[in-house]
């Protein structure tokens, strides 16, 4: 493993670490003085408008020019994590919590948002092909805004009283700003700063990421410790449910790799992609969008830790494969590619995969 992986590692460990922290950081400090809690609540709001904001200054819209040559692939990714998993994760979400319904809607809807950042840092240590991972990672993007309320709305709208109009409503209220915002700052400064700057500023947009879910969860602990703590056994659930989502994703994915006949690269890809979930922007949104909810919240919070060791664990998986490609020489750049399918706007675009 070379040190860019290593460093990917240790980074993916020490955001677990982190969110476990401000978990026990938050309660203790809401147990300690309700008061407290109160103030801290108060700084939900600014929180979700700075992580939306980072979330959606880090995507590289460009990138979709060059996704042309592999559609093949980017389709079967969208097939699965647009129309197939979100009835799975709400069958699974359904056995597992039937009789909790502000839980099972924040599990539902951690299960149905793939992941726009860290799955590419995961398909990287995978050997996988993160030039096409970053023109995945805006279709990502837009299909989950355009169809969370859709989703949440025919799910369990009947159990939040969230209708689609109204989720509709307070995304476009929330979230057009910070998105126009940060869409035009991307273009503006990737402009007028030298390459190597702005990739650099990227980087740093995404180290915020964790660190800003990380005070938001704090901030939730905190003014909400009691009413999560009277369902604490029920996140036991939570945890099963997750695994056995990560299970039949997996059985997903290699049913899709058979389907498409795609090369090792674009299976990697493909595997991380529907493991993955993006949990930082849907905490963001569902917070705004289901204000006063925290067992929502909590529910997505949980999701989120095993996520980790999961990815870890399938890297490990694909790695074992016959057809996993060998590591690349010691200080050579690790990009994988199909030996079928790639392209000069392949090359193009990986140099903007963050991994």
């Not at 149905?112 to 993160?130: E, K, Q, V, Y």
């Not at 409503?169 to 030298?194: K, S």
Request: glycine letters at 8%; aromatic letters at 10%; one cysteine or more.
């Amino acid at each position: 493993m070379n040190s860019s992986a290593m460093k990917n590692l240790f980074s993916n460990l020490g955001t677990t670490l982190l969110l476990i922290a401000a978990i026990f950081i938050g309660s203790a400090l809401g147990w300690s003085s309700t008061t407290l809690g109160s103030q801290l609540g108060g700084y939900v709001d600014p929180l979700i408008l700075a992580l939306v904001s980072v979330l959606f200054f880090e995507v590289d819209f460009l990138a979709l020019r060059h996704g042309g040559g592999h559609w093949r692939c980017l389709l079967l990714a969208w097939v699965c994590n647009f129309l197939i998993i979100p009835v799975l994760g709400w069958g699974i979400a359904s056995l597992f919590l039937s009789g909790q319904p502000l839980l099972l809607t924040g599990l539902l809807i951690y299960f149905m948002a793939p992941c726009t950042d860290w799955f590419l840092g995961f398909t990287r240590l995978s050997r996988g092909n993160t030039a096409l991972g970053s023109v995945l990672l805006p279709v990502n993007l837009l299909s989950q805004l355009l169809l969370y309320p859709v989703y949440l709305g025919l799910m369990v709208g009947h159990r939040t009283g969230a209708d689609v109009i109204t989720l509709g409503g307070t995304l476009w209220q929330w979230f057009l700003v910070p998105f126009a915002g940060a869409v035009a700052a991307h273009g503006m400064l990737r402009l007028v700063l030298p390459s190597a700057w702005f990739a650099t500023l990227r980087r740093l947009a995404g180290r915020l990421v964790p660190m800003i879910i990380a005070l938001m969860v704090v901030c939730v602990f905190a003014a909400n410790i009691t009413v999560i703590l009277e369902h604490a056994l029920a996140f036991l659930m939570i945890l099963a449910a997750v695994f056995v989502f990560f299970v039949v994703t997996y059985f997903l994915a290699e049913a899709a790799v058979r389907v498409g006949r795609l090369a090792y690269p674009e299976r990697a890809l493909l595997t991380m992609t529907t493991a993955a979930r993006n949990a930082p922007l849907m905490l963001g949104i569902t917070m705004a969008a289901l204000p006063e909810q925290p067992l929502i919240y909590a529910a997505l919070v949980i999701g989120m830790l095993v996520e980790f060791p999961h990815l870890t664990a399938l890297k490990h998986l694909l790695l074992r494969r016959a057809d996993a490609p060998p590591p690349p020489p010691s200080g050579m750049p690790q990009i994988a590619q199909s030996p079928r399918q790639s392209s000069p706007g392949d090359l193009a675009a990986s140099g903007l995969a963050r991994a």
